[in-house]
């Protein structure tokens, strides 16, 4: 037999058939969370934060004995980079689209999205079990953004769904591996591995923590990985389950962790060399996707002008991170008002941020991570302002208050005395309040307002703790209903108005 023909034959051997990975595109609140829900029988949106999917996440199920990968894409605008990231990635998408709503704003975009990456798609037409579901309507919509169905003078199979009941569920999984069919996915099982890098962050306790999609050879423990901005070995491997496995195979959602240093979102990985267009690649690897915000980086001067703001960025991961900064740079800045970004980075907001801020005169801003106790330590004794929330647009109503008067400098808040529940000493008060401005710090000093703020005090005293229902805390912002723990002199009274020094 020919040398030829034996080669091909060898090369045939080793190239298997691989499971689809679909990504699952839509307008907020359309119902892409609670429909995977379904899919996996775990209640994740509920546990979200706000109901809004702020990350990529990504996962296996089985249908009729065959594997399907899906990925979640945020749905606010917000993360459009995020999302682009999973469509390039995917070999098919789901676009959900609510019957009683139709084509949204997001919609149009994700069906941009899906077009401009040439992303083979199905349409699930979700919430078909709410009274005010219109299927005529969702369909007329997509007609008009451009989304041919089949029936109506397209080839875009779609389906009749309810995430919430489950009906027409296994019917759109069907869709799916009957798309995959068509598309012919396949890997060759001897290559070395490769993939993409789907989000990073920086564990404090296991290191610098990748999750991946295997596209094509076989991931093992051992293996040397790299991409255009960071290489390591892959000491631990996990499936999506979070269970430390020997080896993957495409089309398996992994963690790696063993990079020497946080690889950009949406980069290729390989095992071996990589590929001249990922060496290429000048930004994260997907458009819209913000270039050196990965590692922490100060590129910026700070300012002192009267209007500008200065800010630290950090987040839990590099994705949140890239969102974040859009969000605060979008702001609308009237008035001659400028944001100025000195540093961002991912991880969880330190002592040495602390200090960087003290040196810029920045507020801190955190989103989805937490504040670690010797930071906690210092800005509360160097009144350095640290906001955290685990959603990102609460974050940017809090800078836009600094720009609008409703939120004091570094160190100033107000709250109102709600309760008194304990006041056997003077040394240990216990109120509880509401912040009704800027953000109550712990362990700092205040003055006691009876009356209206502009009165005069009437005393003054010392934060020794704050409590959130049952929770100690560090500070909290606008809103917030907390417990005091006080020392002072003045025997506090409800309504009285507590004012941080600034």
Same mark, same amino acid.
Not at 60 to 84: C, L, N, Q, W, Y
Not at 153 to 168: I, N, W
Not at 234 to 256: D, Q
Not at 298 to 304: D, G, L, P, R, V
């Given at each position: 037999?020919?040398?030829?023909?034996? =080669?091909?034959?060898?090369?045939?051997?080793?190239?298997?058939?691989?499971?689809?990975?679909?990504?699952?595109?839509?307008?907020?609140?359309?119902?892409?969370?609670?429909?995977?829900?379904?899919?996996?029988?775990?209640?994740?949106?509920?546990?979200?934060?706000?109901?809004?999917?702020?990350?990529?996440?990504?996962?296996?199920?089985?249908?009729?004995?065959? =594997?399907?990968?899906?990925?979640?894409?945020?749905?606010?605008?917000?993360?459009?980079?995020?999302?682009?990231?999973?469509a390039q990635?995917?070999?098919?998408?789901?676009?959900?689209?609510?019957?009683?709503?139709?084509? &949204?704003?997001?919609?149009?975009?994700?069906?941009?999205?899906?077009?401009?990456?040439?992303?083979?798609?199905?349409?699930?037409?979700?919430k078909?079990?709410?009274?005010?579901?219109?299927?005529?309507?969702?369909?007329?919509?997509?007609?008009?953004?451009?989304?041919?169905?089949?029936?109506?003078?397209?080839?875009?199979?779609?389906?009749?769904?309810?995430?919430?009941?489950?009906?027409?569920?296994?019917? %759109?999984?069907?869709?799916?591996?009957?798309?995959?069919?068509?598309?012919?996915?396949?890997?060759?099982?001897?290559?070395?591995?490769?993939?993409?890098?789907?989000?990073?962050?920086?564990?404090?306790k296991?290191?610098?923590?990748?999750?991946?999609?295997?596209?094509?050879?076989?991931?093992?423990?051992?293996?040397?990985?790299? !991409?255009? !901005?960071?290489?390591?070995?892959?000491?631990? %491997?996990?499936?999506?389950?979070?269970k430390?496995?020997?080896?993957l195979?495409?089309?398996?959602?992994?963690?790696?962790?063993?990079?020497?240093?946080?690889?950009?979102?949406?980069?290729?990985?390989?095992?071996?060399e990589?590929?001249?267009?990922?060496r290429?690649?000048?930004?994260?690897?997907?458009?819209?996707?913000?270039?050196g915000?990965?590692?922490?980086?100060?590129?910026?001067?700070?300012?002192?002008?009267?209007?500008?703001?200065?800010?630290?960025? &950090?987040?839990?991961?590099?994705?949140?991170?890239?969102?974040?900064?859009?969000?605060?740079?979008?702001?609308?800045?009237?008035?001659? =008002?400028?944001?100025?970004i000195?540093?961002?980075?991912?991880?969880?907001?330190?002592?040495?941020?602390?200090?960087?801020?003290?040196?810029?005169?920045?507020?801190?801003?955190?989103?989805?991570?937490?504040?670690?106790?010797?930071?906690?330590? %210092?800005?509360?004794? #160097?009144?350095?302002?640290?906001?955290?929330?685990?959603?990102?647009?609460?974050?940017?109503?809090?800078?836009?208050?600094?720009?609008?008067?409703?939120?004091?400098?570094?160190?100033?808040?107000?709250?109102?005395?709600?309760?008194?529940?304990?006041?056997?000493?003077?040394?240990?008060?216990?109120?509880?309040?509401?912040?009704?401005?800027?953000?109550?710090?712990?362990k700092?000093?205040?003055?006691?307002?009876?009356?209206?703020?502009?009165?005069?005090?009437?005393?003054?005293?010392?934060?020794?703790?704050?409590?959130?229902?049952?929770?100690?805390?560090?500070?909290?912002?606008?809103?917030?209903?907390?417990?005091?723990?006080?020392?002072? #002199?003045?025997?506090?009274?409800?309504?009285?108005?507590?004012?941080?020094?600034?």
């Amino acid at each position: 037999m020919p040398k030829e023909t034996l =080669k091909k034959i060898a090369i045939e051997a080793t190239v298997k058939t691989r499971p689809p990975i679909v990504v699952v595109m839509g307008h907020v609140d359309h119902g892409k969370t609670t429909l995977l829900d379904y899919i996996r029988k775990a209640n994740i949106a509920a546990r979200e934060a706000g109901g809004i999917t702020q990350a990529t996440a990504a996962y296996e199920i089985v249908h009729s004995d065959r =594997k399907i990968t899906f990925i979640d894409t945020p749905g606010h605008e917000a993360f459009t980079a995020m999302r682009s990231r999973g469509a390039q990635v995917a070999d098919l998408a789901i676009l959900v689209v609510a019957a009683d709503e139709g084509v &949204k704003p997001q919609t149009k975009e994700a069906i941009q999205i899906i077009l401009d990456a040439k992303t083979p798609f199905v349409v699930a037409i979700n919430k078909v079990d709410k009274t005010g579901g219109n299927l005529d309507k969702a369909r007329n919509d997509l007609m008009a953004a451009g989304v041919l169905l089949e029936g109506y003078g397209g080839q875009v199979s779609y389906c009749a769904v309810s995430a919430k009941t489950g009906e027409g569920v296994s019917d %759109l999984l069907d869709l799916i591996l009957l798309a995959a069919d068509v598309e012919e996915l396949t890997y060759d099982a001897s290559a070395p591995a490769s993939g993409f890098v789907l989000e990073a962050k920086r564990d404090p306790k296991r290191g610098i923590e990748a999750t991946v999609i295997v596209k094509n050879g076989t991931l093992s423990r051992g293996d040397a990985v790299k !991409t255009r !901005t960071a290489s390591g070995k892959v000491k631990i %491997l996990e499936n999506f389950l979070g269970k430390t496995v020997s080896e993957l195979e495409p089309s398996a959602p992994a963690i790696i962790i063993g990079f020497e240093k946080i690889p950009q979102v949406g980069e290729e990985f390989a095992v071996g060399e990589l590929s001249a267009a990922a060496r290429s690649m000048t930004g994260s690897g997907a458009p819209g996707a913000a270039s050196g915000t990965v590692a922490k980086t100060t590129n910026q001067i700070a300012k002192s002008k009267p209007n500008t703001l200065n800010l630290v960025l &950090k987040a839990g991961d590099a994705g949140s991170l890239e969102a974040l900064s859009v969000v605060l740079r979008g702001i609308d800045q009237k008035g001659g =008002k400028e944001i100025n970004i000195v540093e961002e980075g991912v991880g969880d907001i330190t002592d040495g941020d602390i200090r960087h801020a003290i040196a810029t005169k920045a507020a801190i801003i955190g989103f989805k991570n937490r504040v670690e106790k010797g930071a906690k330590v %210092l800005a509360d004794a #160097q009144s350095v302002t640290v906001i955290t929330s685990e959603i990102v647009y609460d974050l940017s109503t809090a800078v836009e208050e600094f720009f609008s008067g409703k939120r004091g400098p570094a160190g100033a808040g107000e709250l109102e005395v709600l309760a008194v529940f304990n006041q056997e000493k003077p040394q240990k008060q216990l109120v509880g309040g509401r912040v009704t401005g800027g953000t109550f710090h712990g362990k700092t000093s205040f003055d006691i307002v009876r009356g209206h703020v502009g009165s005069t005090a009437i005393g003054n005293g010392k934060v020794l703790g704050l409590r959130e229902k049952k929770s100690e805390i560090f500070q909290a912002d606008m809103g917030k209903e907390i417990g005091v723990l006080l020392d002072s #002199q003045t025997t506090i009274q409800v309504g009285d108005k507590l004012l941080i020094r600034k």
